[in-house]
Nanobody
Framework: QVQVAESGGGLVQAGGSLRLSCEVS????????MGWYRQAPGKKREFVAA????????NYHGNVKGRFTISRDNAKNTVYLQMNNLEPEDTAIYFC??????????????????WGPGAAVAVSS
């Protein structure tokens, strides 16, 4: 049974930084693509970033490119999302997902069991 757990959310002022972590168990993590999505209040869930299992492919939503960085530590079964220069528009619940589509505009959605419960990020102006 796969388990996905995010951590590291919180409240930060605009211009600040946060790092989200996501630990995965019950999978062969070093063969899984990994990704981050977010859902802001009143909005649909949207792609943020994704990374191939090898680390050779990294894709980002245009709104976060240059500010957010996805990375992974296969020895720790953990994927990270470093978020710098945060903006109030980044306020959302951030979800980690196993085996996401790597293309930002894909309409494929992984099964419910591959998602974490989410971590809240709030950015004040």
């Amino acid at each position: 049974q796969v388990q996905v757990a995010e951590s590291g959310g919180g409240l930060v002022q605009a211009g600040g930084s946060l790092r989200l972590s996501c630990e995965v168990s019950g999978r062969t993590f070093n063969r899984d693509d990994m990704g981050w999505y977010r859902q802001a209040p009143g909005k649909k869930r949207e792609f943020v970033a994704a990374m191939s299992w090898s680390g050779s492919i990294k894709n980002y939503h245009g709104n976060v490119k240059g500010r957010f960085t996805i990375s992974r530590d296969n020895a720790k079964n953990t994927v990270y999302l470093q978020m710098n220069n945060l903006e109030p528009e980044d306020t959302a619940i951030y979800f980690c997902v196993v085996d996401p589509p790597l293309a930002p505009d894909s309409t494929c959605v992984p099964g419910d069991e591959l998602w974490g419960p989410g971590a809240a990020v709030a950015v004040s102006s």
